[in-house]
């Protein structure tokens, strides 16, 4: 769904690099956040459609700021997807309990991630107009 506003949280530059160079060459309008203050300030000048949210970032983890965003009647309604190196057994039901509507594991596949995402929003159905 080329155009679509996403925002990536990521701590670690190559992974934010990466992510964001395919999403863009896919047509999507990519803003990116370092860690959770970051990502809190992007939100106040920028609305996505969907989050990409790594779990181990510095200070406010990203378990704590989904928790944030979906208790938050502004943000509520704005997808997140787990985007972690975390692959332990019970990991995706953290994220989920958490208000994650998604999880996508790392290493990035460069293949899949713009489909998975175009996948996950067309499900989603078309912004509120």
């Known amino acids: 769904m080329a155009g679509e506003p996403i925002l990536i949280v990521d701590d670690n530059p190559a992974n934010l690099k990466l992510a964001r160079v395919l999403l863009t060459a896919d047509g999507y309008q990519v803003r990116v956040a370092t860690d959770a ?63 994650c509507d998604g999880y996508i594991s790392k290493p990035i596949d460069t293949r899949t991630l713009a489909a998975t995402v175009d996948s996950f929003l067309r499900k989603r159905g078309a912004p509120p107009s």
């Open 37 to 99: 203050e970051d990502a809190l300030a992007v939100l106040r000048e920028f609305t996505p459609r969907l989050i990409l949210m790594d779990l181990q970032l510095p200070g406010m983890d990203g378990l704590t700021l989904t928790r944030r965003l979906k208790n938050d009647p502004v943000t509520h309604d704005i997808a997140v997807i787990a985007l972690t190196a975390y692959a332990m057994k019970g990991d995706e039901q953290k994220a989920r309990e958490a208000g």
